[in-house]
Structure formats: structure tokens, C-alpha cells
């Protein structure tokens, strides 16, 4: 009886660890994504003025030198954790020197705020990229969810304080994190060692995403910026307007109670390349509607929540990445940001420096003309590796059958006995080891919907109705 209660107060602490692990990543997102807001907020103007200054250029240069440095020369976790809190400190810093606290002239202010804003958030990206990248993909999709959440309902009471009362919450965000970060750490025993499934051969695949992603964020940052010059930020300054902002929080909050629903709830798969053609699509109804109706500041606050739902599958996808593949986390997050960065730098210069105080109908239509043809032509990446980003999500891929335990004749004893085709074993062979549809499809050279019909016939054929019964049915034999 000593040793059952032993075991069911360790299943508590474990349950208890986990749930806390979650919140911390949670927290560390949200204050990732809030600083990182709060300072493009506080030098907009200053954009405007100079075409070449912005928080992404500052991150961009600072990304790169960190990764030569952190690949060089080896953080020891005593001296990592004293960095947190000193970069907690330069984090806090940056927002007093951003707001004129430190009396430099333009731009000089600017550039110092921007770089000592830089290094510290690239450092938090370090940091919490190595914890994202030890937790599972279940973990890591509830943090973010969680996080989005953060997001929303801070926005929602940030727009109704004074400007003195956000600024001394943005000061507070980056030692919350860094404490986050030490719990999160404390909480690390039970992680488990995952699959490998990507190396350094699998980079080339994912190269059509990559720059479906890259393009995203500079049509985005274009977008952006041109509204915000045209009308002034929907969230921020004289020209805020709150029920539009109120509305961008509410199409978020939407978002996180769906994805939960079909992930979580109905044990959904969620395919990553859908999900950013959903963006763009979205993006395109976005200058469409700009375009035919001119809805400015119902536009920013459209594309201000989809950019955070961008981000966080920027951040999943590079935490499967992380999780699933040889390298150092920071050589995953740290590159991963240059693809939102170095792309909303380019946009931002651009329109800067262009002074396109609204987008034309021929700018306009250019980017709804690239908005489809990357739908059309780089998002329907159906690689084995693009294929795997995600897929053990609900531990899909614990629950399916590994190669060496005698799958293929497994398989093929129940088939041939309830008379499936050929083609039909190959496909519940696939099936059994949890490959997804797409990846089915890519590598025996069918379409989705062929390997959608073959499944269903499969399970007929068996009398199964889901995977799980499947697996257990093929388990048995």
C-alpha cells in the first residue's frame, strides 16, 4: 500500500510539474511577443523618419553575431542563469531608453534602445528555445494556445490604462519570464528522449515553406506599415480605437477555443501546411477588402491577429524541428526568428522609404497576385520531412507501431484474411507506423483524396472506425 501511495503522489508531482511547465512556456511566449510589440509601438514614429530604423533590423544584425558567439563559445548553466536576470535588467532598460527616459537625441536614442532590446530578446529566445525544444509537441501546442490567450486578455486591459501604467507592466514582463524560465528548469526531470526524425539532409525540403513563411511576413510587414502610416496604429496613440481592438482580441480568443476543440478535443491531426494557407488566404481577403472598401483600421486589426497566429506556428514548427532533430535548439529559434525578422525589416524599410502612406491598386493587386501564387505553388509541400512536422501531435506517433515490430507482415496477415488489395495493405501499412494521408499520398505517387477513399474502404473492410481501433485490431494479430 507504501508503494501505491508513493506512486500516486509521484503521478501528482509529475502531473503538477507538467501543467506548470506548460504555464511557464506560456508566459514565455506571451512576454516574447508583448515586449517585442510594446517596442515597435514606441519607435513606429521613428521608422517613419529614418526608413532604415526598426526593432527588426536591430534583431537581425544582434540574431547573427549570436549565433557565432553562442556556437563558439559555451554557456555553463550557472553563468546562463545569471545572463537571465542581467538580461532581464538590459530588457527593461531598452523600453526606458526607447520612451526618451535616457535623454539621446534622435536617432541615437533609437539605435541604443533598439540594439540593448535586441540582445536581450535574442538572449530570451535562446533560453526558452532549448525548453521548448526538450517538451513534447502536446506541451508545446498548449503553451501557445495559452500564450495567444495572455496576449488577448492583456490587450484587452492595456487599451483602457494610461500610458504610465502599460509601461510599468512592459517593465515587469522580462524578470516574470526569466523567473518562468527557472521554473520551467526545476520542472525539467520528466522529459522523455524523442524520435529522430530530421536532419541536416531534411533542411532542402522544408526550403518552399521556409519562403512561404519569409513572403507572408513581408507582404504583412508592407501591409502594416502602410496602414499605420496612412491612419496612425489602431492599438496605440491618438488614433487607437478600441472596439477594433477589442475585435482583434476576439477573433484570437476564437482561434485558441477552435484549434483546442479540434486538437485536443476531437484528437485531430493539424497539418501545418494548411494552416499557413489559411493565412494567406486570409491575408489576401485582407487587401481585397482594403482595396474595394478602404476599411483601414478594421484591416489593421484583422492582420494584427493574424500575425499572431503566424508567429506561434513560426514558434511550433521550429520547436518540432528542435525537438525531432539533431542540432542545438539555439540554431534552430535563433535562424527561425530571421524569417519573421529579416522579412518585416525588408517590409518595413520598404515603406518606409518608398513613403507609401496607402497602397495603390497596383501595389495592391501585385501582392494579392503573390499572395496566390505562393497558395498555389510553394504552400503544397507534401515532403516526407514537411509531412512529419507536427505529426505526433496527441502522441500520434507513440501510439502507432514502430518499424522493427514486424508491421509489414502484421499488416498483411489481416489484409490478405479480410481480403484487402494489395494497394490497400500498402496503405494501412502506412497507416499502422502513423504516417499522415499527405505523406501517404507524396510517397506512393496518389492523390489525398485517393488515399482518403482507400481508408475509408479499409476501415470497412476491417470494421474499425479510427486509428486507435486500427492499431489495436493490427497490435492483436
Not at 135 to 145: G, Y
Not at 151 to 169: N, Q
Not at 289 to 302: K, N, P, S, V, W
Not at 461 to 467: F, R, T
Amino acid at each position: 500500500m507504501r508503494g501505491v501511495k508513493g506512486g500516486g503522489m509521484e503521478s501528482k508531482r509529475d502531473g503538477g510539474g507538467s501543467r506548470a511547465g506548460t504555464v511557464a512556456m506560456a508566459v514565455g511566449f506571451f512576454v516574447w511577443y508583448t515586449c517585442s510589440n510594446w517596442v515597435s509601438a514606441l519607435t513606429y514614429g521613428a521608422s517613419f523618419s529614418f526608413w532604415w530604423l526598426n526593432k527588426s533590423g536591430a534583431v537581425v544584425i544582434v540574431t547573427v553575431l549570436a549565433c557565432v558567439v553562442l556556437w563558439r563559445v559555451p554557456v555553463p548553466r550557472r553563468v546562463g542563469r545569471a545572463l537571465d536576470w542581467a538580461f532581464a535588467a538590459v530588457y527593461a532598460g531598452s523600453f526606458i531608453v526607447l520612451s526618451g527616459g535616457a535623454g539621446l537625441l534622435e536617432p541615437l536614442g533609437d539605435v541604443v534602445g533598439l540594439l540593448l532590446f535586441a540582445a536581450a530578446q535574442t538572449w530570451m529566445v535562446a533560453r526558452w528555445g532549448l525548453c521548448y525544444a526538450r517538451s513534447s509537441t502536446d506541451d508545446v501546442t498548449r503553451a501557445l494556445l495559452l500564450a495567444i490567450a495572455l496576449v488577448a486578455a492583456v490587450k484587452c486591459v492595456t487599451t483602457f490604462l494610461p500610458e504610465a501604467a502599460t509601461m510599468a507592466l512592459m517593465l515587469a514582463l522580462p524578470f516574470l519570464s526569466m523567473g518562468m524560465l527557472a521554473l520551467r528548469q526545476r520542472n525539467a526531470g520528466g522529459e522523455r528522449p524523442a524520435e529522430r526524425w530530421f536532419a541536416r539532409s531534411s533542411l532542402p525540403s522544408f526550403g518552399r515553406i521556409v519562403a512561404a513563411v519569409a513572403v507572408f511576413f513581408f507582404i504583412w510587414s508592407i501591409l502594416n506599415m502602410t496602414l499605420k502610416y496612412g491612419t496612425g496604429h489602431y492599438s496605440f496613440g491618438t488614433a487607437a480605437t478600441p472596439l477594433y481592438t477589442l475585435l482583434s482580441q476576439i477573433i484570437l480568443f476564437a482561434f485558441c477555443a477552435f484549434v483546442y476543440v479540434w486538437v485536443f478535443a476531437r484528437r485531430r491531426h493539424l497539418d501545418i501546411t494548411v494552416v499557413w494557407r489559411f493565412t494567406y488566404v486570409l491575408m489576401a481577403l485582407a487587401l481585397f477588402m482594403l482595396t474595394a472598401f478602404g476599411m483601414a483600421q478594421f484591416i489593421q486589426a484583422f492582420t494584427g491577429a493574424a500575425v499572431v497566429v503566424a508567429k506561434m506556428f513560426l514558434w511550433l514548427g521550429l520547436a518540432n524541428v528542435a525537438h525531432h532533430g539533431p542540432f542545438k535548439p539555439f540554431m534552430v529559434f535563433l535562424p527561425g526568428m530571421l524569417l519573421y525578422s529579416l522579412p518585416d525589416w525588408l517590409g518595413r524599410s520598404a515603406a518606409s522609404f518608398l513613403g507609401l502612406e496607402s497602397l495603390n491598386p497596383a501595389i495592391a493587386s501585385f501582392l494579392l497576385v503573390v499572395a496566390v501564387v505562393m497558395v498555389a505553388f510553394f504552400l503544397p509541400s507534401r515532403s516526407p520531412d514537411v509531412q512529419r512536422l507536427l505529426s505526433d501531435l496527441n502522441d500520434e506517433g507513440r501510439r502507432a507501431i514502430g518499424d522493427g515490430d514486424g508491421i509489414d507482415e502484421r499488416c498483411r496477415a489481416v489484409g490478405e484474411r479480410r481480403g484487402l488489395s494489395p494497394r490497400e495493405i500498402e496503405i494501412m501499412q502506412y497507416l499502422c507506423k502513423g504516417r499522415s494521408r499527405p505523406y501517404i499520398a507524396e510517397t506512393l505517387y496518389l492523390s489525398e483524396n485517393t488515399v482518403r477513399t482507400h481508408s475509408r474502404r479499409i476501415y470497412g473492410k476491417l470494421d474499425v472506425h479510427n486509428k486507435q481501433e486500427l492499431l489495436d485490431l493490427v497490435r492483436g494479430e
